[in-house]
């Protein structure tokens, strides 16, 4: 399954890194995220949910990149 | 100027005033420290936040950690030898105007690009039972049901007109100024603004499904599918911030250690802030930020112009492009059959038009079509009767009296006509008047007015090699090709043999970096185009076929647009590796410079910040591409 979210970060290297860390996070198979479209498209694992992976996903680039947010 | 924007810039200010009234204070020693130490919290606070958090999250290269050693460092350098302050809040301070100019830039292109694409509708109007008209969400309209768009408003779903007449414009999808008419029974495609008159529209589709929805989807998620530059910028990131800070501790340790093993005097402040220089250069943002831009930029501006590029890596396949090769029906011709010469024998061309026209009046054949078409006022008083088509021959009718036989020289043999053959090239429509032979009408595919321009626009843009391909037979094909001037001609070709022939050209290639790109119609050839390089479709609105088979869509369907695109490619590419090389140049001269104590902080600052600021400026050059 493919999800697309908002995501908001001011730096294009920052944004780099949030697609490292939403890739490694559990569940996600695949992530792109589009700096100049603001966007995080997530590709799911089978039997993931898409509400507490992406949770996570959130919590990791956090982790990576304080000045960040994903609108979930 | 979002709140963060004019936040950070208040700050930026207040710093930079503070910074500059500092300097005339008389203070020295911790007091001179504690005043300077003002300005640079106001400035740089979330920076030394955020390094400190990167720890915390063991994120070892984090930007603002780099930023905080290297001022923190400047700091202490400035206690120890109490000295000047003002370079270690320079540092921070020209750091955050440019972290502050990068994302006003980037925000204002990201608001430019998607105003070049605004052409998403925000209502529908349907009509209630009492004759009211109603506002609703695009999206909740469903098909079928009967929709008002008035003048100046966009139509909203793709339909077609039920009542009313009117001009559409189409310039926001396909870049071309000419309005398209509409009339009852014509379809229209969402995104086309209604010019003037009241259109009632029967929706043939949901909002999600229409031409507007899937235009937007594509300019939207094309700058997911990174290019080459792309990546290799993110790979060469990865390597150059590690490498950087660790030559950098290499630089604040074994210069003075050697030296002192030596027996001289090590100068461990020198080697300390030549070391914290290389960490302000360190960051790779010039890079990472200029390379999209510049690609988001580069599609932007093509969708502008009618071009949609479904990706940064097919524009940057695209500006490789040395060899095009072209569908002929629906790309170079117009795919309409038209009279394009009459050859009477002893009547007047208007006589043998009118004659022709006539006959062919109740047939439903393409080729009556282009006869009637020849002839608008077909609809006169003359007698038309006795009807008769002869398969595989032609019509016979009586006009006015007169038996007239209009047909292909089968026809003109079985009646006893004496025919002769043409020298144009097209299908010969021969027409006898009782018996005896009264000339003929050639009927045959139009070139595109701009067909030939665009071979040699393609040309001019470094296109080596262009080929056409057709189902059509050798004379017509060469024909063509002869007249638009492309270099190769292969007809007869069955869909399949498109494919086996595009394949032996890619095999053909000298290497790697010449591509191969199809021109179609979209209609028959998506093997083909899936199988080039990169697939050009032309006209494709409204055709989902070819917006979902081409790698790039061309809005309207005149041929000159490709060397357009290609130019387009072209201009931006040329920017990312300007980009690429000026900015990697610049770091890599002042890295050298701050090894050798040439450079200071002011350098180092320029190198990051400076570099950063005209990559960005250069990035944005991408979007104009209308006088290419």
Partial sequence: MKKSYKIDVDCANCANKMEDAAKKTAGVKDAVVNFMALKMNVEFEDGNDPKTVMEEVRKNCKKVEDDCEIFL | MNKKQKKNLIRIIVSAVLMIVLKYVPASGIVRFLLYLIPYLVVGYDILIGAFKGIKNRQAFDESLLMAIATVGAMALAVYEDGDYTEAIAVMLFYQIGEWFQSYAVGKSRRNISELMDIRPDYANIEKEDGQIEKVDPDEVAIGTTIIVQPGEKIPIDAVVTEGTSSLNTSALTGESLPREAKPGDEVISGCVNINGLLKLRTTKEFGESTVSKILDLVENASSRKSKSEDFI???????????????????????????????????????????????????????????????????????????????????????????????????????????????????????????????????????????????????????????????????????????????????????????????????????????????????????????????????????????????????????????????????????????????????????????????????????????????????????????????????????????????????????????????????????????????????????????????????????????
């Fill in chain 2, 234 to 628: 993110t790979r060469f990131a990865r390597v150059y911030t590690p490498a950087v800070v660790f030559s950098a501790l290499a630089l604040a340790f074994i210069p003075p250690v050697v030296i002192l093993l030596m027996g001289g005097h090590p100068f461990w402040g020198t080697w300390i802030y030549r070391a914290l220089t290389f960490l302000v250069i360190s960051c790779p943002c010039a890079l990472v930020i200029s390379i999209p831009l510049s690609f988001f930029a580069g599609i932007g501006g093509a969708s502008k112009e009618g071009v949609l590029v479904k990706g940064s890596n097919y524009l940057e396949i695209l500006s490789q492009t040395k060899t095009v090769v072209f569908d002929k029906t629906g790309t170079l011709t117009k795919g309409v059959f038209q009279v394009t010469a009459v050859h009477p024998e002893k009547i007047d061309e208007n006589g043998l038009l009118h004659l022709a026209a006539h006959v062919e009046r109740y047939s439903t054949h393409p080729i009556a079509n282009s006869l009637r078409a020849a002839y608008p006022n077909e609809a006169d008083n003359c007698k038309v009767e006795n009807v008769e088509e002869i398969a595989g021959h032609g019509i016979r009718a009586d006009v006015n009296g007169e038996v007239v036989c209009v047909g292909n020289s089968k026809m003109m043999d079985s009646i006893g006509a004496k025919w002769h053959p043409c020298d144009h090239v097209g299908t010969i429509i021969h027409v006898a008047i009782d018996g005896i032979y009264a000339g003929h009408i050639v009927i045959s595919d139009v070139i595109k007015p701009s067909s030939k321009e665009a071979v040699l626009q393609l040309k001019k843009a470094g296109v080596y090699k262009t080929v056409m391909l057709t189902g059509d037979a050798k004379t017509v094909a060469e024909n063509v090709a002869g007249e638009i001037g492309v270099d190769e001609v292969y007809s007869e070709l069955l869909p399949a043999d498109k494919v086996t022939k595009v394949e032996e050209l890619l095999a053909q290639k000298n290497n790697e970096k010449e591509r191969l790109a199809f021109v179609g119609d979209g209609i028959n050839d998506a093997p083909v185009l899936s199988r080039a390089d990169i697939g050009i479709a032309m006209g494709a609105i409204g055709s989902d076929a070819a917006i979902e088979a081409a790698d790039v869509v061309l809005m309207d369907d005149d041929p000159l647009k490709i060397a357009k695109a290609i130019k387009i490619s072209r201009k931006c590419l040329s920017i990312v590796h300007a980009n690429i090389w000026f900015a990697i140049g610049v770091k890599l001269v002042c890295l050298l410079l701050g090894a050798l104590g040439l450079a200071n902080m002011w350098l180092a600052i320029f190198a990051d910040v400076g570099v950063m600021i005209i990559a960005v400026l250069n990035a944005i050059r991408a979007l104009f591409v209308k006088n290419l």
